[in-house]
């Protein structure tokens, strides 16, 4: 998979509801779910988002949307 810019994700989010909640989800074979910390850049053009607050175990729905399905906590 390519990395993704700026503008890709950009471009991902403008497709999307701009009311809905935005959370980050981290390991597929122990999913979580956190809500998004800082958003920063550093002097070589990387932008770094942040985890911000673990808000528990990955629902079964966002697993399945993220591709994560063949393991279910939830």
Do not use: H
């Amino acid at each position: 998979m390519d990395e993704m810019t700026v503008a890709d994700l950009i471009e991902k989010l403008e497709r999307m509801n701009p009311e809905a909640k935005v959370r980050l989800a981290t390991q597929p074979n122990y999913p979580f779910e956190y809500t998004i910390g800082e958003v920063t850049e550093t002097e070589d053009g990387t932008c770094w988002i942040a985890e911000g607050e673990q808000q528990g175990y990955l629902s079964g729905e966002a697993q399945e949307a993220l591709g994560w399905s063949n393991w279910s906590r939830n």
